[in-house]
């Protein structure tokens, strides 16, 4: 399993306890949440697939994977789980099926959700759900130079709220986030303003 699929896995536990009245507290959740990042962190340097599987891919297969996996989002659907329900069921996967035939599974398991930052151009069509671990630059809080004595950096955070709020012909998205310190900080305008102060993770 990925590092996505088990942090879901783990958000749907979190979900069970909360209905079976037994929660967890934050501070258990996100033990548990930092002990997956520490296994998959462990796994992935052992793992000699640093390379981008997408570059893998032709030309052409790259266009079509990139225009099922936007159609995918922009349908609210996560675009592996479709694939492997495709999979699973023996159904036709139209225009990606050269990834089930010529691919395979291993292959599939290996995109991540920061590969396609690569593309500059398709970097928006992976939106953001509650669970989702990103990174945020401190240029969100504090002013930031790349040569002055406060430079970028990087910290790990999961995305807990997502606000879209429409005000006639504009729109825009606002994202609350909690960090592993249990703090929570909400970052408006997270795909049209602030879209260059956070990134997928990197394993």
């Not at 969100?140 to 406060?150: A, R, S």
Request: contains cysteine; aromatic residues 12%.
């Amino acid at each position: 399993m990925t590092t996505d699929e088990i942090e879901a896995a783990l958000q749907a536990a979190f979900n069970c306890c909360d209905a079976a009245s037994c929660p967890l507290t934050d501070t258990q959740k996100q033990i548990l949440l930092q002990v997956v990042e520490q296994i998959q962190g462990n796994h992935n340097s052992r793992v000699s697939d640093i390379a981008n599987p997408l570059d893998e891919l032709t030309s052409e297969e790259l266009e079509a994977f990139l225009q099922f996996v936007k159609a995918e989002e922009e349908e609210n659907r996560t675009w592996k789980v479709q694939l492997l329900n495709d999979w699973l069921l023996q159904q036709d996967s139209g225009k990606v099926q050269f990834i089930r035939q010529s691919y395979g599974l291993q292959w599939l398991n290996r995109v991540e959700s920061y590969h396609f930052d690569k593309y500059a151009y398709f970097e928006d069509a992976l939106k953001l759900r509650i669970g989702d671990r990103i990174e945020v630059c401190n240029a969100l809080w504090e002013w930031v130079q790349d040569n002055g004595p406060c430079q970028r950096e990087w910290v790990p955070c999961m995305v807990i709220q997502i606000e879209h709020i429409s005000n006639g012909d504009d729109s825009v998205t606002n994202c609350q986030i909690r960090f592993y310190s249990g703090n929570e900080y909400e970052i408006q305008g997270i795909y049209e303003w602030n879209r260059y102060n956070w990134r997928w993770p990197k394993g």
